[in-house]
């Protein structure tokens, strides 16, 4: 009777590692997990637009027989950050919600309405400016965000969770020192 017992947890244990492995992995935040993996909407949530990077919209506003009457609707300067010869300006912005999210060269982050470009937050890193480690110029390629939160590497190897309604630093965590040739310039994904 033991051995069946022993058999019993045995074949258990082995289905259920075996359902966790199949079963796909789905991240703590549903909306955010849902807008990843399918192809990008009005909401473009991630660099490249969904987890595969295609840069794609199914959006239809825009075809080829509107697209010569596009013309901007607007524009900011964000209030000079990253304006100089030395910062480089590479991200995609993200869009979630009506709201653009755009980090410069100097590792700042803005929330803008998407509509109108007004600033609705804005964070300011503080990296120091004399930062001589950097490989690829002073460049930020960009955010990711998921519950509440949007994540940005920084030039001197910190990675800075913001409150993505404030802008407001949940956290910001060093994951190695400038001085020692570290700095990050790619999107977190």
């Known amino acids: 009777m033991r051995r069946l017992g022993q058999q019993v947890i045995a074949v258990v244990t082995t289905l259920s590692f075996l359902v966790l492995m ?44 509107n697209v010569v009457q596009l013309k901007g609707a607007w524009m900011t300067r ?34 803008l309405n998407a509509k109108t470009g007004t600033i609705l937050w804005e964070y300011w890193s503080g990296i120091d400016q004399k930062i ?20 940005s590497g920084q030039l001197d190897a910190n990675l800075v969770a913001l409150d993505i309604k404030t802008g407001e630093v949940k956290w910001k965590t060093p994951l190695e020192k400038w001085e020692n040739g570290y ?5 977190p994904l």
């Open 132 to 151: 001589s480690t950097v490989c690829c110029g002073w460049v930020n390629r960009g955010l990711a965000m998921g519950e509440g939160l949007l994540f």
């Open 22 to 65: 199949v079963q796909p992995a789905l991240a703590a935040d549903p909306d955010m997990d849902r807008l990843v993996r399918g192809p990008a909407g009005k909401d473009w949530v991630t660099n490249g637009g969904n987890l595969t990077n295609q840069r794609y919209s199914t959006l239809k506003q825009i075809d080829t027989t």
């Open 183 to 187: 700095t990050i310039t790619s999107a």
């Open 78 to 111: 964000l209030k000079g950050s990253g304006f100089g010869g030395k910062y480089s300006f590479e991200a995609s912005p993200l869009v979630k919600d009506g709201i653009m999210y755009v980090v410069t060269g100097n590792d700042d982050v803005f929330a």
